[in-house]
């Protein structure tokens, strides 16, 4: 079955650019159904939707993020990353990757499998 | 501040049923399905219920998830030990265009 795997730097500056990949195995990433995400969960709070791709590149941020994110996809080595500039405290969290079914025009918060979570922690 | 709003926290002996609520609006749980998802400790979350009450294959029917409005709730019966983990409901939100989580709840199995 799809599996997914994140990798990364797991300590990042303040004010540098974080930047993690998630590698698709068992299956490939190019799909019309599904979508590539990242989601993070920081100590003591729920689960943050950071925002999306499809394999066409088509993608969704979450507002809050918007500025700072960009997600791509390279199909050839059925890998996404995430890039988060500018980054503070604030940003460190475990970060997941997860694997989207879409739904009626790619609205759901549908989410499986997901990857086992990088931790990431922002400190000089 | 998470646009769910779950319990922080809830417990049950074993044998016991809880339930876990998660409120929400009109512009996300009130107009599109409900998504659970269950973190055991140290693990990446798992999908629970999909469409406000679909079980995923190899998911006990002990789990059930119920939508009514603008609220939804996932009900465990026959609490076991190993139930025991944080339980995050989400769904689509039309007015920021993507996911919403809530904040989780914590169960313990007393």
């Known amino acids: 079955q799809v599996q997914l795997q994140e990798s990364g730097p797991g300590l990042v500056k303040p004010s540098q650019t974080l930047s993690l990949t998630c590698t698709v195995s068992g299956g490939s990433i190019s799909s019309d159904i599904y979508y590539w995400n990242w989601i993070r969960r920081s100590a003591g709070k729920g689960l943050e939707w950071i925002g999306r791709i499809y394999t066409s590149g088509s993608t969704n941020y979450n507002p809050s993020l918007k500025s700072r994110v960009t997600i791509s996809v390279d199909t050839s080595k059925n890998q996404f990353s995430l890039k988060l500039s500018s980054v503070t405290a604030a940003d460190t969290a475990l970060y997941y990757c997860a694997r989207g079914v879409s739904g009626i025009m790619g609205t759901t918060a549908w989410f499986d499998p997901w990857g086992q979570g990088t931790l990431v922690t922002v400190s000089s | 501040q998470s646009v769910l709003t779950q319990p922080p926290s809830t417990s049950g002996t074993p044998g016991q049923r809880v339930t876990i609520s998660c409120s929400g609006s009109?512009?996300?749980?009130?107009?599109?399905?409900v998504y659970w998802y269950q973190q055991l400790p140290g693990t990446a979350p798992k999908l629970l219920i999909y469409r406000n009450n679909q079980r995923p294959s190899g998911v006990p029917d002990r789990f059930s998830g119920s939508k009514s409005g603008t609220s939804a709730s996932l009900a465990i019966s026959g609490l076991r030990s190993e139930d025991e983990a944080d339980y995050h409901c989400?769904?689509?939100?039309?007015?920021?265009?993507?996911?919403?989580f809530g904040g989780g709840t914590k169960l313990t199995v007393l």
């Open positions: 009109s512009s996300n749980i009130g107009r599109t399905y």
């Open positions: 989400a769904a689509w939100d039309d007015s920021l265009s993507g996911p919403v």
